[in-house]
C-alpha cells in the first residue's frame, strides 16, 4: 500500500492556483499576484555578467556578505544596530516563511494568523507540526485586527503573531499607532512577532509602517524582491531578525532546506539595489493609477463595496450576488465574462462575500475585465 505522511495529505493546493489553471486564452487575467514588469534592465545584465564571471556555486548559506550589507543598511534608519549578520537571504519569500516557521513552531505550538490570509501561512505552520490560530480581520474595520479579538485566542501554547501589511489580499496598511498597539499586544503575551513586508515597496499616500524597529526584537521580518523588482521568477528574498541568536537558528534551517541562494542572482540583486532604486516606485506609480480605476469602477457597481487600499496590488470587494457563495460566484464570472480573479475564501472562510481581483494587468485590460464583469453581474441580478 502507498502511504503519504498525515502532513502531506492534511494539506491542498490552494484555490488561487486551481482558478489560474481553468482560464482561456482570451481570458482577462486578475488571478495572479506578479508585477507585469520585467526586472530592471541593469539587474538582468548583472546577472549574465556575474555567471560568465564563474559565479555559478554555492555560496555561503546567508549568502553574499555585500548584499547582506546592503540589505542591513537599508534598515538602519528603523533598527541602527543591524549588520550583515542580521540577514539571510533566502530563495523567495516563501523559503523565508518556511525557515521561520521551521525554527520556532513546536508540535501542539499554534501561531496567530490573519484571516483573510496570503495562502501558505496555515498550511506552513502545519508542515512544522503546529497549528494556525486564525485571527479576523474584518472590511468593516479596513481589515485590521482588533486587540480584543487577539487577547481572545492566545493561550499558553501560542508562540508566534504573524502580521502582513501592506496584506495580500486585502490591501490594507496600519497606521503608527495601530502597529504600536500590535506590538505592544505580541510584547505583552511573550510573542514572536513574524512580519511579513513584502510588499513594502508598494505604498500609496504614506509611508510604510514597519514592524522592525518598533521596541520588540523577538522579531523576523521577511522579504522578498519578487514584488520589488518584478522578480517573481528569480525566487529571491531574505529574513532580518535584530536577534542574532535566532539568526543562528534561521541559518540552519536554510542550510537544511536549501543550502543557499543562488550565486549570480545575489550579484544582480546587489546591482539593482545600487542602481535602480528607484524602479519599485515608477511600478508604484502605475499600481496607483489602476488602482484609482479599479476601484472606481468596482464601487460603481450595484452589490459591489470596496475599499480604497493604501498598498499592494489586490481590491477584495465585497460583492453580492443572491444565490452565489465567493467560489460559485468567481466560476460564473469566468465561464460567462472570460474573467479570472480569486473567490475570497481561497484566502479562509473568512473570505466569503468576497473576490480578490490583482491589478497586475495593464488599464485597457482593467477596463475591459471590469466592462465584462458588470455585464456578468448585471445578468445574474437579472436585469
Ligand atoms: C504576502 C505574501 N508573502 C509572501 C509571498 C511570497 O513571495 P515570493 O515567494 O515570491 O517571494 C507572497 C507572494 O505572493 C505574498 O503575497
Known amino acids: 500500500m502507498v502511504k503519504f505522511s498525515e502532513r502531506a495529505n492534511s494539506i491542498q493546493p490552494t484555490g488561487v492556483r486551481r482558478m489560474f489553471d481553468m482560464a482561456g486564452d482570451d481570458t482577462v487575467q486578475f488571478g495572479l499576484g506578479e508585477p507585469d514588469f520585467q526586472p530592471p534592465k541593469i539587474a538582468i545584465e548583472a546577472f549574465t555578467k556575474a555567471m560568465q564571471d564563474g559565479k555559478n556555486k554555492y555560496t555561503t548559506t546567508a549568502g553574499l556578505p555585500e548584499l547582506r550589507d546592503k540589505i542591513a543598511e537599508s534598515w538602519t ?12 537571504i533566502t530563495m523567495s519569500g516563501t523559503n523565508a516563511l518556511l525557515d521561520v516557521f521551521l525554527a520556532i513552531v513546536d508540535p501542539g505550538d499554534n501561531v496567530l494568523i490573519p484571516e483573510p490570509y496570503f495562502p501558505l501561512y496555515p498550511p506552513d505552520v502545519v508542515i512544522c507540526g ?7 480581520c474584518n472590511f468593516e474595520d479596513g481589515f485590521i485586527p482588533r486587540v480584543e479579538d487577539l487577547e481572545k485566542l492566545v493561550n499558553e501554547k501560542t508562540v508566534a503573531i504573524l502580521y502582513n501589511f501592506p496584506s495580500n489580499p486585502t490591501g490594507a496598511t496600519v497606521s503608527m499607532e495601530q502597529r504600536d498597539q500590535l506590538v505592544d499586544f505580541a510584547v505583552r503575551n511573550d510573542l514572536w512577532i513574524i512580519s511579513d513586508e513584502v510588499y513594502d515597496r508598494i505604498i500609496y499616500n504614506e509611508v510604510h509602517v514597519s514592524f522592525l524597529g518598533a521596541g520588540h526584537d523577538k522579531l523576523f521580518l521577511i522579504n522578498s524582491f519578487s514584488k520589488t ?11 532580518i531578525s535584530p536577534d542574532e ?3 543562528v537558528q534561521i541559518n540552519k534551517m536554510q542550510y537544511y532546506v536549501t543550502a543557499c541562494s543562488n550565486d549570480a542572482m545575489q550579484y544582480a540583486v546587489l546591482s539593482a539595489l545600487e542602481n535602480a532604486s528607484d524602479y519599485p516606485d515608477m511600478m508604484r506609480d502605475e499600481f496607483k493609477s489602476r488602482r484609482d480605476l479599479i476601484c472606481m469602477r468596482l464601487n460603481a457597481m450595484p452589490g459591489v463595496t470596496c475599499h480604497v487600499p493604501q498598498g499592494a496590488f489586490y481590491v477584495f470587494p465585497k460583492v453580492e450576488v443572491e444565490g452565489y457563495n465567493s467560489k460559485q460566484l468567481a ?12 473567490p475570497g475564501t481561497a484566502f479562509g472562510k473568512a473570505g466569503e462575500g468576497h473576490l480578490r481581483f490583482a491589478y497586475t494587468i495593464d488599464r485597457a485590460d482593467i477596463t475591459d475585465g471590469m466592462d465584462r464583469l458588470e455585464e456578468v453581474l448585471s445578468q445574474l441580478r437579472g436585469e
Not at 523588482?229 to 529574513?239: E, L, N, P, V
Open 245 to 247: 541568536d535566532a539568526m
Open 130 to 136: 503546529g497549528e494556525p490560530n486564525l485571527y479576523p
Open 229 to 239: 523588482f518584478a522578480m517573481t521568477g528569480w525566487r529571491i528574498g531574505y529574513i
Open 331 to 342: 466560476l460564473k464570472i469566468l465561464e460567462l465574462g472570460g474573467v479570472l480573479c480569486s
Open 77 to 88: 534608519h528603523l533598527s541602527p544596530n543591524l549588520n550583515k549578520s542580521n540577514v539571510c
